[in-house]
Each structure stands twice: as C-alpha cells, then as structure tokens.
C-alpha cells in the first residue's frame, strides 16, 4: 500500500508561475524525499528533509514538513517548461531497516 | 562517477516465459533497491539487498526473485511471466542502507504479451 499520497494527481501551471504539490503520509517516518521523474525514465532525487526539520531549501525548491498533520509540501518558483514532470513523495520509515515508500506523484505541466 | 546502470533497456517476452533483469550501481554504493512501476499501481518496492543478503522484501510473489553479487550487481528474475508483469522496473543504489538518498537508474522496459 502507498505510504505517501500526493495532491493534486495532476496540475498545469504557465511558465514563470509557482507550482504546489502535497504529500500526506500515515504512519511516522525517520525522513521525507521528494524525486522527479520524466516521461518514462529513471527518478532524480531532489531533496530530502528529515523529521526533525520543518524546512528546507534547495534552488527554486521548497519544502517543508509538518509532522503533527503528517504532510509535506515541494513549492517549486519561478517554474520553467523543463520541470514538466512527474514528481513524487517518498517516506523512509520502518525502525533500524528503514523502507522507502513512494507516492503515486504528481504530474505538473508547465507551458511555455 | 558513473550513474546506475539497468540492462537491458527494453524487454518484450511471452507469457510463461521467465526473465532476468541486470543493475550495476554506482561505484562505492553496497544496497541496491528494486521497484516495480505500473499507471495502475505506481511505485512498488520490490526487495532490497545490501552487501550481498536481502535487507527488505515487497509484497510480491515468490516468482519474484533476486540477488547481488560480491561487486554490488544485482540481479532480478521474475517467473513464469503474466501479463500483469509488463512494467517499468528500477533500479536504485545508495551507500547507505534503505531510508537514505536513492539514486536510480533508467529503467528496464518490461513487456509481457
């Protein structure tokens, strides 16, 4: 079963807007990565914020975690035609074997 | 470094069939992951091996095999292929165990016809 599930399923957005996409999870987690994937190929990771963090930055990305309502956010600024892609919420949780989860992911469009 | 490597690329096999699917990981990195993706399912985590012994196991069925080698490669071998075997799966290594940062390779194209 999906530990993290992302909202929205899909979203479209014009280029130079900023784009929001959520995670919610259900069981406590060590850490919460958010990955990239285009069409079809392997995943790219793109941060990772442990439970003990509440933000992080990395470039145009933000995230941030909220442990008490087990949900995440990844805003992405200023977005471009090239972060057209699938993006997806992955939780490590499972004690000292930690297990990776993923979301369905997101699907954002950014037209140029 | 070179990046994870998955061959081969694209697969088409026959129902019944059996399959083995092939990772290298990036140099240095001992535990390698395999997920299985599906439109209907997403993401599945299928196993996990670090230094040579299985660390975690997916919900999958036992035609669902795999194993890693003294050089962090690491095979996956599915039986007796059905039709709902036909996937993206990928490969990821990371230095460390399950829970840190995966990097993935592109993918094996699976199709079961």
């Known amino acids: 079963s999906q530990q993290g599930e992302e909202d929205p399923q899909a979203l479209s957005i014009q280029e130079g807007e900023n784009a929001t996409m959520n995670c919610s999870y259900k069981?406590?987690?060590?850490?919460l990565q958010w990955y990239r994937q285009n069409s079809g190929r392997g995943l790219v990771h793109l941060i990772l914020?442990?439970?003990?963090?509440r933000e992080k930055h990395s470039g145009r990305l933000r995230v941030t975690l909220d442990t008490s309502k087990k949900s995440s956010s990844l805003l992405i600024t200023a977005s471009r035609a090239a972060d057209t892609a699938s993006y997806f919420c992955a939780t490590a949780s499972g004690g000292s074997n930690y297990k990776l989860t993923f979301g369905k992911g997101t699907l954002l469009t950014v037209n140029p | 470094k070179a990046g994870v490597t998955q061959t081969p690329r694209y697969l088409i096999k026959t129902r019944g069939q059996q399959v083995t699917l092939s990772c290298s990981p990036i140099s240095g990195h001992r535990s390698v992951s395999w997920y299985q993706q599906t439109p209907g399912q997403g993401l599945q985590f299928l196993f996990e091996?670090?230094?040579?012994?299985?660390?975690n196991k997916g919900n999958f069925p036992g035609r669902f095999s795999g194993r890693q080698f003294s050089n962090s490669r690491s095979e996956m071998n599915v039986s007796t292929l059905e039709l709902g075997d036909s996937a993206l799966y990928l490969c990821a290594s990371s230095y460390q165990e399950q829970g840190a940062v995966q990097y993935f390779g592109p993918g094996t194209r699976l199709t079961v016809t």
């Open positions: 069981t406590s987690i060590n850490n």
């Open positions: 091996y670090f230094s040579e012994t299985q660390r």
């Open positions: 914020i442990r439970s003990n963090e």
